[in-house]
């Protein structure tokens, strides 16, 4: 691995007088910070190692050696470590800020009017202030930034109804969430369209990315042609353009062939849908917090669907007392049911279930149409039935 530098500047260091053409040298002007102050570059999928510094009187420099292209980075400062030091204590005193760039090799430099207007990270973090700082010198930046402009009213409306949500302790307007998902996955497909960079646009392709069986292959065929002109100049293409073949035996429709289960009694049986019926299946389990927390919402969904739809939960507990005893303090009222060893490590490959709980909706036919996590994101598709 190239070595990686970083430095702390000095007031009256002298610019280069020539753009690097084999590295990078991110000058910052943060005016506000306390001197000390952390800074912290990470870079997208460790494509180097993190780079670190600190701000001296308002400025600080960072340098680094990026192998290919332009990389998505989080810039972040944090003041905690000389604050304690100092004995301050104030909490609006102590600095948690981040900035999100794309830098690539050559002389970058990067500003704020103050550091109280960059985002502040974690669950404070407003997109409206990434618009308070500017990256200059790196052309992928200029792009994703456009992008970001354009996108800025659309992804903050989303980010506010999902957190009001929470904040408020209330069920969030499922079917306006997937509503501003869908504009924006539109406004994203456009400009990937509209702007040839990329490193960028490999960036944006991640919000293109659907949950398994909520997609058609066509929809597949609608984003790997937005590529189609690129070679394989980056490895990161390669993956992308893997990761959207495997993705194709995921797509809608693929029949749910399913698997050994055993209820209550102790009885194994094949787990199956009913023809000519819709069938929702909830794969959870009883150590599984979020899972059981989604069930008063499900319950909700049960009693405004038991009509139509065949609900079934699926428990993936290894320990049979566990399951037996959640089922017995939830009392859901609809199928219950543990899968055997062997169904539980097939669910993953065959449906691509890496986390619980997941709901699976399947169609009349045999065919899945959803998969997700979320049990609003299962009432927005509901509505479409």
């Given at each position: 691995?190239?070595?990686?530098?970083?430095?702390?500047i000095?007031p009256?260091?002298?610019?280069?007088?020539?753009?690097?053409?084999?590295?990078?040298?991110?000058?910052?002007?943060?005016?506000?910070?306390?001197?000390?102050?952390?800074?912290d570059?990470?870079?997208?999928?460790?494509?180097?190692?993190?780079?670190?510094?600190?701000?001296?009187?308002?400025?600080?420099?960072?340098?680094?050696?990026?192998?290919?292209?332009?990389?998505?980075?989080?810039?972040?400062?944090?003041?905690?470590?000389?604050?304690?030091?100092?004995?301050?204590?104030?909490?609006?005193?102590?600095?948690?800020?981040?900035?999100?760039?794309?830098?690539?090799?050559?002389?970058?430099?990067?500003?704020?009017?103050?550091?109280?207007?960059?985002?502040?990270?974690?669950?404070?973090?407003?997109?409206?202030?990434?618009?308070?700082?500017?990256?200059?010198?790196?052309a992928?930046?200029?792009?994703?930034?456009?992008?970001?402009?354009?996108?800025?009213?659309?992804?903050?409306?989303?980010?506010?109804?999902?957190?009001?949500?929470?904040?408020?302790?209330?069920e969030?307007?499922?079917?306006?969430?997937?509503?501003?998902?869908?504009?924006?996955?539109?406004?994203?497909?456009?400009f990937?369209?509209?702007?040839?960079?990329?490193?960028?646009?490999?960036?944006?392709?991640?919000?293109?990315?659907?949950?398994?069986?909520?997609?058609?292959?066509?929809?597949?065929?609608?984003?790997?042609?937005?590529?189609?002109g690129?070679?394989?100049?980056?490895?990161?293409?390669?993956?992308?353009?893997?990761?959207?073949?495997?993705?194709?035996?995921?797509?809608?429709?693929?029949?749910?062939?399913?698997?050994?289960?055993?209820?209550?009694?102790?009885?194994?049986?094949?787990?199956?849908?009913?023809?000519g019926r819709?069938?929702?299946?909830?794969?959870?389990?009883?150590?599984?917090?979020?899972c059981?927390?989604?069930?008063?919402?499900l319950?909700?969904v049960?009693?405004?669907?038991?009509?139509?739809?065949?609900?079934?939960?699926?428990?993936?507990?290894?320990n049979?007392?566990?399951?037996?005893?959640?089922?017995?303090?939830?009392?859901?009222?609809?199928?219950?049911?543990?899968?055997?060893?062997?169904?539980?490590r097939?669910?993953?490959?065959?449906?691509?279930?890496?986390?619980?709980?997941?709901?699976?909706?399947?169609?009349?036919?045999?065919?899945?149409?959803?998969?997700?996590?979320?049990?609003?994101?299962?009432?927005?598709?509901l509505?479409?039935?």
């Amino acid at each position: 691995m190239k070595r990686i530098y970083s430095i702390i500047i000095l007031p009256l260091l002298a610019a280069c007088s020539h753009t690097p053409a084999d590295h990078f040298v991110l000058h910052g002007t943060v005016p506000g910070a306390m001197d000390s102050t952390e800074v912290d570059l990470q870079v997208d999928n460790r494509t180097i190692e993190p780079i670190e510094g600190y701000i001296i009187n308002g400025k600080f420099e960072l340098k680094g050696q990026l192998p290919i292209g332009a990389v998505y980075a989080r810039l972040s400062m944090n003041n905690n470590g000389i604050a304690e030091r100092k004995g301050i204590q104030e909490e609006n005193a102590v600095k948690y800020v981040e900035a999100n760039i794309f830098i690539e090799n050559g002389d970058l430099t990067f500003s704020t009017p103050h550091i109280d207007n960059l985002p502040q990270s974690f669950w404070r973090y407003d997109i409206r202030r990434e618009n308070n700082y500017t990256l200059k010198g790196s052309a992928a930046h200029d792009v994703f930034d456009r992008y970001r402009r354009a996108t800025l009213d659309l992804q903050y409306r989303l980010r506010r109804e999902e957190r009001a949500a929470w904040e408020e302790k209330r069920e969030p307007d499922a079917k306006a969430i997937a509503a501003m998902r869908s504009e924006l996955r539109q406004a994203t497909h456009e400009f990937i369209a509209a702007n040839r960079h990329l490193s960028v646009n490999l960036h944006l392709a991640e919000m293109l990315e659907m949950e398994p069986f909520t997609y058609t292959q066509a929809d597949l065929d609608a984003v790997t042609a937005l590529f189609a002109g690129y070679t394989d100049t980056l490895p990161a293409l390669r993956k992308f353009r893997e990761d959207y073949r495997a993705a194709s035996a995921y797509t809608q429709g693929k029949p749910f062939a399913g698997g050994e289960v055993y209820n209550l009694q102790g009885d194994t049986l094949r787990l199956g849908t009913t023809p000519g019926r819709y069938t929702l299946i909830d794969f959870w389990a009883s150590w599984c917090g979020p899972c059981r927390a989604s069930f008063p919402h499900l319950r909700k969904v049960y009693e405004a669907n038991r009509e139509k739809i065949e609900f079934i939960s699926v428990s993936l507990d290894k320990n049979d007392s566990d399951w037996r005893k959640a089922t017995d303090e939830e009392k859901l009222p609809w199928q219950q049911y543990c899968a055997t060893p062997s169904f539980s490590r097939a669910i993953g490959k065959a449906y691509k279930i890496t986390s619980i709980p997941t709901f699976l909706l399947i169609g009349p036919d045999g065919g899945i149409i959803f998969s997700g996590h979320d049990s609003n994101d299962l009432d927005a598709q509901l509505e479409k039935l």
